[in-house]
């Protein structure tokens, strides 16, 4: 058994300078299609700015919520911009407060 293997990535939805507007259920339809049983969320900041926006805060969280209904983990939600990036997963205490048996 082949465990976090890549199986591929897929853009959402494209967005402005400032915003996008993503939702759990469009990533999630994404994830069963593929047939994914975990999953890591990635959005850039053209900005550079690596802090997470309240907006970046509420999806993870509905992410993890929805993610525990589903039994498809999210391992990570990945904020990245200026070549880096910052692990929410890291930075935040959501995943305690949602646990995903990952």
Do not use: K
């Not at 999630?28 to 907006?55: D, K, M, W, Y």
């Not at 970046?56 to 391992?75: F, M, Y």
Request: net charge negative; charged share 20%; proline share 5%.
């Amino acid at each position: 058994m082949v465990q976090n293997r890549l199986l591929g990535t897929q853009v959402i939805t494209i967005g402005t300078a400032t915003e996008t507007l993503a939702s759990p259920r469009d990533i999630f339809r994404e994830v069963i299609r593929q047939g994914a049983t975990r999953v890591i969320v990635a959005h850039n900041h053209p900005s550079g700015n690596l802090e997470p926006s309240q907006e970046d805060i509420e999806l993870t969280r509905q992410l993890l919520s929805g993610a525990q209904l589903l039994g498809i983990p999210v391992l990570d939600h990945l904020i990245l911009g200026n070549g880096n990036h910052q692990s929410l997963r890291e930075l935040t205490t959501l995943w305690n407060e949602h646990p995903q048996g990952d």
